[in-house]
C-alpha cells in the first residue's frame, strides 16, 4: 500500500488548514478511516473518525473547530482544520480501519497507517 499525504506546513495561530490522503489498494469507502496525530514525546491521540456509512467522531478538543470528510469517487480523505492552535501542531496520519463500521478513536483499531504530514502552528 502506498499512502500519499499532504496538506501540513506551518501556520499562524488562528489559521487554517487541510490535510488530505489517498493510498493505493484501499478504498476508503469500504473501511473507517481516521486522522491522528502525535507530538514528541506523546502517545498518538486520535483527532476524528468517518467509517463506511458516514458516521462521524471527534476528539473533544476538535468539535466545531475540525471537520472530516471523505471523496468517495476521488478516494481521498480530508481533514479541514480551522482555529489552529499552537497545542494542534503535530505530525498528523490517516489511517484505515478494516473494522468498516467502527466508530471511534483507538489507535488499536486502526491496522493501515499513512507517513504522517506535518503541523506546525507558531507566529
Avoid at 499512502?3 to 488548514?17: A, D, R
Avoid at 497507517?113 to 502552528?121: E, L, N
Amino acid at each position: 500500500v502506498q499512502w500519499f499525504e499532504s496538506g501540513g506546513g506551518l501556520v499562524q495561530p488562528g489559521g487554517s488548514l487541510r490535510l488530505s490522503c489517498t493510498a493505493s489498494e484501499i478504498l476508503f469507502r469500504e473501511n473507517a478511516m481516521g486522522w491522528f496525530r502525535q507530538s514528541p514525546g506523546q502517545e498518538r491521540e486520535g483527532v476524528a473518525n468517518i467509517n463506511s456509512v458516514g458516521n462521524i467522531d471527534y476528539a473533544d478538543s476538535v468539535k466545531g473547530r475540525f471537520t472530516i470528510s471523505r471523496d468517495n469517487a476521488k478516494n481521498v480523505l480530508y481533514l479541514q482544520m480551522n482555529d489552529l492552535q499552537p497545542e494542534n501542531a503535530a505530525l498528523y496520519f490517516c489511517a484505515a480501519s478494516d473494522l468498516m463500521l467502527y466508530r471511534g478513536l483507538k489507535a488499536s483499531a486502526y491496522s493501515h497507517w499513512g507517513q504522517g504530514t506535518q503541523v506546525t502552528v507558531s507566529s
